[in-house]
């Protein structure tokens, strides 16, 4: 029985890496103001671009653009998370192991 458990341990531990390589080149996108600020963050929670648009640049507001940044990069995050905990659901069948998820 212990060399099944072994087994099964070993091959869970080589998803995971193979996971983890996967999330590298997986992305999540994000917005605010209505698409007026988009962000784009690997599964791995890189952020890999800001696009702003143009027409939310003003001077005058500045506060305004640093709250859609803000905005749109933390939906980002919330989505790269999910993401990550999909597919470490579907390596552990479910079962919530203290310090994977």
């Not at 952020?47 to 003003?58: A, K, L, Q």
């Not at 989505?79 to 203290?98: V, Y």
Request: glycine residues 8%; negative net charge.
């Amino acid at each position: 029985m212990n060399r099944n458990l072994l087994k099964q341990a070993q091959q869970m531990q080589t998803r995971m890496a193979k996971m983890q390589e996967e999330l590298e080149s997986e992305v999540v996108e994000a917005t605010s103001g209505g698409g007026m600020v988009k962000v784009v963050i690997s599964g791995k929670m890189k952020i890999m671009s800001i696009i702003v648009s143009p027409d939310v640049v003003d001077s005058d507001d500045i506060e305004m653009l640093q709250d859609l940044i803000v905005a749109a990069l933390n939906e980002g995050l919330i989505k790269a998370q999910e993401l990550a905990s999909d597919r470490m659901r579907a390596i552990t069948g479910g079962l919530n192991i203290p310090g994977l998820t």
